[in-house]
Nanobody, 122 residues
Framework: QVQLVESGGGLVQPGGSLRLSCAPS????????MAWHRQVPGEERELVAR???????EYADSVQGRFTISRDSARNTVYLQMNNLKPEDTAVYYC????????????????WGQGTLVTVSS
């Protein structure tokens, strides 16, 4: 299957910023839906940010105004800019890319990243 490579996670102090990136590796993979999820051990996965090919975006209330999802079409890369990070943002972040068919002969394809750990602590 298509492999998504995530990067950008790490340790950051409260109030700091990080930018996560996600890009397919290997074979060519086109997508028109992109999202970031996060998960804390013992809790269910949470949708953090989502964007469609129309550039419509939606964010979890907890990150609204602080996180921004974006796409660089030329590089076929999706980003999550995280500003004013809080300790409660600590989690493993997963990238999710999908191609939702826009024609009847097309097939739905999706892929998940391996996860990147973001730790917000002083």
């Amino acid at each position: 299957q298509v492999q998504l490579v995530e990067s950008g996670g790490g340790l950051v102090q409260p109030g700091g910023s990080l930018r996560l990136s996600c890009a397919p590796s290997g074979r060519s993979f086109s997508f028109n839906v992109m999202a970031w999820h996060r998960q804390v051990p013992g809790e269910e996965r949470e949708l953090v940010a989502r964007m469609t090919s129309r550039r419509r975006t939606e964010y979890a209330d907890s990150v609204q105004g602080r996180f921004t999802i974006s796409r660089d079409s030329a590089r076929n890369t999706v980003y999550l800019q995280m500003n004013n990070l809080k300790p409660e943002d600590t989690a493993v972040y997963y990238c999710h890319l999908a191609f939702e068919p826009i024609a009847v002969e097309q097939q739905y394809v999706e892929a998940w990243g391996q996860g990147t750990l973001v730790t917000v602590s002083s």
